[in-house]
T-cell receptor
Framework: QQQVKQSPQSLIVQKGGISIINCAYE??????FPWYQQFPGKGPALLIA?????SEKKEGRFTISFNKSAKQFSLHIMDSQPGDSATYFC????????????FGQGTILTVHP | EAGVAQSPRYKIIEKRQSVAFWCNPI?????LYWYQQILGQGPKLLIQ????????DSQLPKDRFSAERLKGVDSTLKIQPAKLEDSAVYLC??????????????FGPGTRLTVL
């Protein structure tokens, strides 16, 4: 019940296209949903995060869509750029656990020029 | 602002040997996390400290892994003895714990461990 399932495992898009990564969770106690971006040889870095009281959050080219009833959330990257090529992780956290996060398996995004 | 520091960056050992990793969190961050990231998987929390107390170590293989955070600042993670399946990147993260339940976790670059 603590799992966060992420898809697809890998994604290839052309420059200027839209990248979409999906995540699903089971534990309804989760109340915080961040997305992390990781470049090779680096630690993950927070990209954008959402709480379940809103259905969408946008920051620049990055948007999180959240569907509480379906227990799903997704990351949309508009106008994808080669510099966006990285591994993306969704995660979920529970407010009663001091910020503990459960991560998805990751999606390797490649943006071709 | 200096980030989370980890050392060493790479370590190669034989199975059954011991190894230790060091982490220095961002100044003022009360919460410190150790994650294990196996190739092709997401980070898995091993242990979480709040100041120098353990908040969660439910996924730490306590028969071989140990961690400490003396004085609530630096932390060390030790594996003794190491197994082949311990080959992974060990990530340290820290966060400032204020009035909110969630604060951004800042990750270090990790230590890549190879067990032969």
């Amino acid at each position: 019940q603590q799992q966060v399932k992420q898809s697809p495992q890998s994604l290839i898009v052309q420059k200027g296209g839209i990248s979409i990564i999906n995540c699903a969770y089971e534990n309804t106690a989760f109340d915080y949903f961040p997305w992390y971006q990781q470049f090779p040889g680096k630690g993950p870095a927070l990209l954008i995060a959402i709480r379940p009281d809103v259905s969408e959050k946008k920051e620049g080219r990055f948007t999180i869509s959240f569907n509480k009833s379906a227990k799903q959330f997704s990351l949309h990257i508009m106008d994808s750029q080669p510099g966006d090529s990285a591994t993306y992780f969704c995660a979920a956290g529970q407010g009663t656990s001091y910020g503990k996060l459960t991560f998805g398996q990751g999606t390797i995004l490649t943006v071709h020029p | 602002e200096a980030g989370v520091a980890q050392s060493p960056r790479y370590k190669i050992i034989e199975k059954r040997q011991s190894v230790a990793f060091w982490c220095n969190p961002i100044s003022g961050h009360a919460t410190l996390y150790w994650y294990q990231q196996i190739l092709g998987q997401g980070p898995k929390l091993l242990i979480q400290f709040q100041n120098n107390g353990v908040v969660d170590d439910s996924q730490l293989p306590k028969d071989r892994f140990s961690a400490e955070r003396l004085k609530g600042v630096d932390s060390t993670l030790k594996i003794q003895p190491a197994k082949l399946e311990d080959s992974a990147v060990y990530l340290c993260a820290s966060s400032f714990t204020g009035s909110m339940s969630y604060n951004e976790q800042f990750f270090g670059p990790g230590t890549r461990l190879t067990v032969l």
